[in-house]
């Protein structure tokens, strides 16, 4: 068994001051989120892929890899990678990429999507 933390990059109104962080604050919270959470021990990682308000989570790999370099032992998987949306090839590329800059610690998991239009 794994545990691990998974996030949809959600920007959300903090519920103490209302505030509600910019892209640029909420990509950079959750790369904290997973040095975290492998400063803790947890052993995953996972974020899911969102293309449209309020989530910031449409590049993956991209997120995945900067974390990979903060970071040594964490698995980083997606929950979901969407197949709708991407080519297949891109995905394979993409992934391929990641497994080898983060020394094998990849993770991807594939899926169709959770509203209509994707």
């Known amino acids: ?31 904290e989120e997973a040095v975290s959470a492998e400063s803790a021990g947890y052993d995953v990682f996972a974020i899911g892929e969102h293309h449209n308000l309020p989530f910031v989570t449409s590049a993956q790999t991209t997120l995945l890899s900067f974390i990979a370099a903060r970071t040594s032992r964490i698995l980083l998987s997606t929950a979901t990678t969407l197949i709708t949306t991407n080519d297949p090839v891109k995905i394979a590329e993409d992934f391929a990429t990641l497994q080898h800059l983060s020394q094998g610690r990849s993770d991807l998991m594939l899926g169709r999507g959770n509203t209509g239009p994707v």
């Open 1 to 31: 068994m794994q545990i691990g933390i998974f996030s949809i990059g959600d920007r959300r109104p903090d519920p103490l001051t209302g505030r509600t962080l910019d892209d640029a604050a909420r990509l950079e919270q959750m790369v």
